[in-house]
């Protein structure tokens, strides 16, 4: 009967390398996404700002946020 020849197999990662060895593999666009998040926010609020009374701009400011983070973060365009 021959023998069976084991080959050594690679080591086993822990979770912490694992999640090392993903990010480092998969570039994020998070940079990305926070610059688009500040522009849209800054446009966004400029324009509340010159064409809104001043309450009205601080009250627009919630929306804008929303509108801000589902254009950088959730539409996918980026």
Excluded: H, N
């Amino acid at each position: 009967m021959p023998s069976i020849k084991r080959v050594p197999s690679e080591p086993r990662l822990g979770c912490i390398e694992q999640v090392l060895l993903l990010s480092a593999a998969c570039p994020t666009l998070e940079p990305v996404e926070r610059k688009i998040f500040w522009l849209t926010f800054t446009v966004l609020g400029l324009f509340a700002d010159f064409l809104l009374p001043l309450w009205w701009a601080l009250a627009a400011t919630i929306p804008i946020c929303y509108v801000s983070w589902w254009v950088a973060y959730r539409s996918d365009w980026f």
